[in-house]
C-alpha cells in the first residue's frame, strides 16, 4: 500500500481525508465538519481522529495537504479565514510528526482544485489553465507552461482579487470591485435582498425547494432557474464579473482554458451564459479569443485528489523556491 | 568573436540592431528609420542592410530578434501592428538564411523588454516579474518561478489588455476597457484634446519646451509637469490605470516587481505617484501589498538586450513547447 497517498482537505465547514492510488483515483475518503468554534487543539483533534481513520503512516508514500489560506507557504502555518481556532498553526509541521519519513506538503486548497482539474479533470491535456472556485469566495490556481505557478509567496491564482470594476463594492480584502466582491455568494445574496428579492418567492422555487428557504447564493441559484427576476439579474452580475476577469487573466497569462467549480458554478447557463457574453465581449485578439470555459468534472473530490498531486505529480505540481 | 549574439529589435519606427556579449552587455548597435510605407522586400532590404554592418554570420553564436506583434511564435512569421508591409512575414526563417548553424529566436518586442530588465535590469533577483512598456501602446512580459512565461501561443505578458474599466473607451483590440484604451499616449491625448488641452500652452511650457507643441504623449506630460489641469488630470487617469492592472496582476501571479518602461514611463512622479496611489487601495493582502513599482532601467537598449537573452540566457528566457 506504500503507493498510496494521504489527501487531506481543510475547510470552514469540513475537514475530508482520503487516500489516493498513484493513477490519481481517490480510494476511499471521509469528512467531519468542522468543530465550530474549535480552539486549536480541538480542531486538531478532530483532524488526528479523521486521519486515523484513514491510513497508517506505514502505509503511505506521502501526505497531501489542502487548506483554506492564508498561509506561510511552504512551511505551512495556517490561518484559514473561517477557522479563528488556527492562526498560524503549523498544520503541515504537526501532519509531519504523525507521518514520518515521507513527504508532507500543503497548498492552498483552490490550487488543489485546480491542480486536480489540470491532472485529472475538465483540464488534462491544456498546458496553460486557469482552475476557479466560485462559492462563498472565490479562488483558484494557475498552471502555465505545464506547471503550477506559485509566485513568490506560494499565492499566485488568486483571481478573487483582480478588479473588475474600479468603483465596485468593498471587498473583505480591503480592496474594492474585486471579482470575490462582486461575485461570491454572499455578496450576491446581499446584493439581491436589497433589490427586493425574497428567497423561495418565486412560484416555481417555492413547489420545488420548500425545504430551502435561506438566504444563501444556492437558493439564489435555485430562484434564479425559477424564473425571480432579481435572483436571476443577480447571476447575470456574477457571470459577467467571472467573465470579465477571465478576460484579463487570460491576456496576461495567454490560457486555453478556464475551469470553473464551486457551489455557483452549479448554477449552470444561468451563470455560464452571461459569463461567457461578457468574456467575448473582452477576448478579441486572435490568441485571446481561443480560451475556452468550461465546467469543473471533480466535484467535491477535487481539493483531495489535488493535494496528493503536490506528492504525486511532483514534477508539475511542487516547486517551492 | 563566436561568444557575440546578434540582437534585432523590429519597431513601427526604427530597425536596431546590435551585438551583444555573454554577460548581457550590449557591444555595439545602429539604429534606421522603419521606412514609412515599405513593402516586404524594401523593409526585409533596410534589415539587411542594418545588419550586415553589425556582423558577420561567422562571427556570431546566434541571432536574437524582438518583434512587434502580432506573430506566429515560435515559427516568427511577424505581422506588426504598424508596418502593414509585413503581413506573415517569415522574418525569423529570413534571417536563420542568411546565419545558417547558429539558433535564430525571436520574441515580441515586449517580451525582450521584460526579459531585458528581469536579466540585467531593475528586475534582477526577482523571481516572479511582470516587466511593462507604456507608450504608443501598453505591452509586457512576465517572468513567473524566474523562467520567462509564454502561455499557450507565445502571448503571455499582454497586460494592456487586462480590463481596467468594463464600461470603459473602446480599445484597437475591438474589446472596450483595457488597459491600453485608457493609458496609451495617442488615447490620452484624445481624452485631453476633448477636455480643451491645448499642446504647449501652459505657461512654463510654452517657455520651456516650445520646440514641441504636436499633441503627442510626450507634449501631453511636459505640459503636466508645467502645471496643465488638463494634462495633470490625464496622467492621473493613466497612472490609476496603470495602478489598477498592476493590482489584478499581482493577485493573479503573486508578483514581487514589476517593472514600467516606455515614452509615458518618463513622466516621472505624474504618473507613478497616482499609479501607486489606485495600486495600494486595491492590494490589501499581505502577499499582494508586498509588490513593488519600478522604473525600467534599460532605456531603449532593452529591446536589443532582451532579444539576446533569448539566445545568451536560454535556460531562463526560452522554452518553446
Redesign the interface.
Not at 495537504?65 to 484559514?80: D, H, K, Q, R, T
Not at 494557475?142 to 465596485?168: F, K, M, Q, S
Given at each position: 500500500m506504500a503507493d498510496l497517498v494521504l489527501a487531506v482537505d481543510i475547510g470552514g465547514t469540513k475537514f475530508a481525508a482520503g487516500l489516493v492510488g498513484p493513477d490519481g483515483a481517490l480510494i476511499s475518503s471521509e469528512r467531519v465538519a468542522t468543530p465550530p468554534g474549535g480552539d486549536a487543539e480541538a480542531l486538531w483533534e478532530t483532524l488526528v481522529g479523521l486521519v486515523d481513520g484513514i491510513g497508517s503512516p506505514e502505509d503511505v508514500a506521502g501526505v497531501g495537504i489542502g487548506s483554506g489560506g492564508?498561509m506561510a507557504w511552504p512551511s505551512g502555518e495556517v490561518s484559514p479565514l473561517n477557522m479563528p481556532g488556527w492562526r498560524g498553526f503549523p498544520l503541515r509541521e504537526r501532519l509531519a510528526g504523525r507521518f514520518p519519513g515521507v513527504p508532507v506538503r500543503i497548498h492552498n486548497d483552490a490550487v488543489c482544485v485546480a491542480i486536480a482539474e489540470h491532472w485529472q479533470g475538465a483540464g488534462q491535456g491544456?498546458?496553460?489553465m486557469l482552475g476557479m472556485v466560485v462559492s462563498t469566495g472565490v479562488g483558484g490556481g494557475?498552471i502555465?507552461?505545464?506547471?503550477l505557478?506559485?509566485?513568490?509567496?506560494?499565492?499566485?491564482?488568486?483571481?478573487?482579487?483582480?478588479?473588475?470594476?474600479?468603483e465596485g463594492p468593498p471587498?473583505r480584502?480591503?480592496?474594492?470591485?474585486?471579482l470575490e466582491a462582486v461575485a461570491r455568494g454572499p455578496g450576491l445574496v446581499e446584493w439581491a435582498l436589497f433589490r427586493g428579492w425574497t428567497p423561495g418567492s418565486s412560484p416555481q422555487g417555492e413547489g420545488l425547494y420548500r425545504e430551502e428557504a435561506a438566504a444563501n447564493g444556492r437558493r439564489l441559484a435555485l430562484d434564479a432557474a425559477a424564473g425571480d427576476p432579481v435572483a436571476s439579474a443577480a447571476m447575470v452580475r456574477a457571470g459577467?464579473a467571472v467573465g470579465?476577469a477571465i478576460?484579463?487573466?487570460t491576456?496576461?497569462?495567454?490560457?486555453?482554458v478556464v475551469t470553473i467549480g464551486g457551489g455557483l458554478a452549479q448554477a449552470g447557463p444561468l451563470l455560464f451564459d452571461p459569463l461567457e457574453q461578457?468574456l467575448r465581449?473582452?477576448?478579441?485578439?486572435?490568441?485571446?479569443s481561443?480560451v475556452r470555459v468550461v465546467p469543473a468534472m471533480l466535484g467535491q473530490d477535487a481539493g483531495l485528489i489535488g493535494a496528493a498531486g503536490l506528492i504525486l505529480a511532483a514534477d508539475r505540481y511542487w516547486?517551492p523556491?
Amino acid at each position: 500500500m506504500a503507493d498510496l497517498v494521504l489527501a487531506v482537505d481543510i475547510g470552514g465547514t469540513k475537514f475530508a481525508a482520503g487516500l489516493v492510488g498513484p493513477d490519481g483515483a481517490l480510494i476511499s475518503s471521509e469528512r467531519v465538519a468542522t468543530p465550530p468554534g474549535g480552539d486549536a487543539e480541538a480542531l486538531w483533534e478532530t483532524l488526528v481522529g479523521l486521519v486515523d481513520g484513514i491510513g497508517s503512516p506505514e502505509d503511505v508514500a506521502g501526505v497531501g495537504i489542502g487548506s483554506g489560506g492564508p498561509m506561510a507557504w511552504p512551511s505551512g502555518e495556517v490561518s484559514p479565514l473561517n477557522m479563528p481556532g488556527w492562526r498560524g498553526f503549523p498544520l503541515r509541521e504537526r501532519l509531519a510528526g504523525r507521518f514520518p519519513g515521507v513527504p508532507v506538503r500543503i497548498h492552498n486548497d483552490a490550487v488543489c482544485v485546480a491542480i486536480a482539474e489540470h491532472w485529472q479533470g475538465a483540464g488534462q491535456g491544456s498546458d496553460n489553465m486557469l482552475g476557479m472556485v466560485v462559492s462563498t469566495g472565490v479562488g483558484g490556481g494557475l498552471i502555465l507552461g505545464g506547471r503550477l505557478i506559485d509566485g513568490g509567496t506560494g499565492n499566485a491564482g488568486h483571481i478573487g482579487h483582480v478588479v473588475v470594476d474600479p468603483e465596485g463594492p468593498p471587498c473583505r480584502c480591503g480592496g474594492r470591485g474585486c471579482l470575490e466582491a462582486v461575485a461570491r455568494g454572499p455578496g450576491l445574496v446581499e446584493w439581491a435582498l436589497f433589490r427586493g428579492w425574497t428567497p423561495g418567492s418565486s412560484p416555481q422555487g417555492e413547489g420545488l425547494y420548500r425545504e430551502e428557504a435561506a438566504a444563501n447564493g444556492r437558493r439564489l441559484a435555485l430562484d434564479a432557474a425559477a424564473g425571480d427576476p432579481v435572483a436571476s439579474a443577480a447571476m447575470v452580475r456574477a457571470g459577467r464579473a467571472v467573465g470579465v476577469a477571465i478576460a484579463s487573466a487570460t491576456h496576461l497569462c495567454d490560457l486555453d482554458v478556464v475551469t470553473i467549480g464551486g457551489g455557483l458554478a452549479q448554477a449552470g447557463p444561468l451563470l455560464f451564459d452571461p459569463l461567457e457574453q461578457a468574456l467575448r465581449e473582452h477576448v478579441r485578439l486572435e490568441f485571446s479569443s481561443r480560451v475556452r470555459v468550461v465546467p469543473a468534472m471533480l466535484g467535491q473530490d477535487a481539493g483531495l485528489i489535488g493535494a496528493a498531486g503536490l506528492i504525486l505529480a511532483a514534477d508539475r505540481y511542487w516547486a517551492p523556491r
